[in-house]
């Protein structure tokens, strides 16, 4: 698809002039351009500039533009001045995982120990690039583990799914936490390991696990359930959680009165485009020969009738596949 700047290419900064001039707010703005290339080598040139640039980048950090901040964060790191830490810690909420990860990413390499107990909680994180990062700056900063709980997480983190199994019992609470991932893949993975582990201790989160939206991942929840001693009888009653994707027979008859076959093209059904294009020749036809009144009379009955019929396949039709 054809976008503005295909039609207006954007003006690539003069980067050199910008660095001569010293001037950190244009540089900063440069960071928009749609480049990688040029947005790093921004970067560098602002991370260059020292530590008179260091308050002019910590408050650009509340940008919108998140190629603004990954930029700043990639300076900053080339700085490496303490006085941002407080500024990248907080960073490791922002919105966006990009931006988080490349923040755990910054503060190893800065590697001020002020960074740890944000390290720490960024292990927590619902994304594993986020995880992996922060356990990899945590590992620069030289970092120990207080007890088995962190050190699950940071082996979770640093995805050594063979060292977290070691940990058995141990290591529950951080897999359990992880059950929130994003990535269906990684939240089988967890489920596998949790059966491997095989303690009951486990059940709450094998349990949520079946009503998870993947088929993969709640099938992986099926078969660790019995290793972990979780009656087969109540798999069934976990499972029956699950979203399911039904269609609404409220929509599918609306949408059949409103543009007859709309509604079986809601539910999928071959034949809707069949019957839309029907109805739009046929209500062409009745009103050049029938007039408006003769029409309706005539279309309205029909209307409903396809109205009634969508609702009623809808609610014949069988659930998802488990």
Aim: positive net charge; charged residues 25%; aromatic residues 8%.
């Amino acid at each position: 698809m054809m976008t503005l700047p295909s039609i207006f290419p954007e003006k690539k900064p003069d980067i050199a002039a910008l660095v001569a001039k010293k001037d950190i707010a244009g540089l900063i703005k440069a960071l928009q351009f749609n480049d990688v290339a040029v947005q790093s080598q921004v970067a560098q040139e602002l991370g260059s500039l020292g530590t008179e640039a260091i308050d002019a980048l910590i408050r650009a950090l509340k940008k919108k533009d998140k190629h603004i901040r990954l930029g700043i964060i990639e300076a900053l790191t080339v700085i490496r001045d303490p006085h941002s830490i407080a500024a990248l810690t907080e960073t490791l909420k922002d919105k966006s995982s990009e931006v988080r990860w490349e923040t755990a990413i910054a503060l190893g390499e800065i590697g001020d120990e002020r960074a740890t107990g944000p390290l720490v909680h960024a292990l927590r994180d619902h994304d594993k690039y986020v995880r992996f990062g922060a356990a990899f700056a945590l590992a620069k900063i030289g970092w120990k583990p207080a007890d088995d709980t962190e050190k699950a997480f940071y082996f979770a983190g640093m995805q050594e799914w063979k060292a977290v199994k070691m940990m058995g019992k141990s290591a529950i609470p951080a897999l359990s936490h992880i059950l929130n991932d994003r990535d269906s893949n990684v939240r089988q993975k967890v489920i596998e390991i949790l059966g491997e582990i095989g303690d009951p201790d486990a059940t709450p989160a094998l349990v949520r696990s079946l009503g998870d939206e993947n088929t993969e991942v709640r099938w992986k929840a099926v078969l660790s359930s019995p290793r972990c001693r979780i009656k087969m009888m109540h798999l069934p009653r976990g499972l029956s959680r699950r979203p399911k994707m039904t269609k609404n027979p409220l929509v599918a008859g609306f949408l059949n009165f409103m543009l007859p076959g709309l509604g079986y093209g809601y539910l999928g059904k071959w034949y809707g485009v069949m019957i839309f294009q029907i109805d739009i020749t046929a209500t062409v036809w009745l009103f050049k020969y029938g007039g408006e009144t003769n029409t309706y009379s005539i279309l309205f009955p029909i209307y409903l009738m396809l109205a009634l019929h969508a609702y009623y396949i809808t609610i014949k039709m069988p659930e998802p596949p488990l």
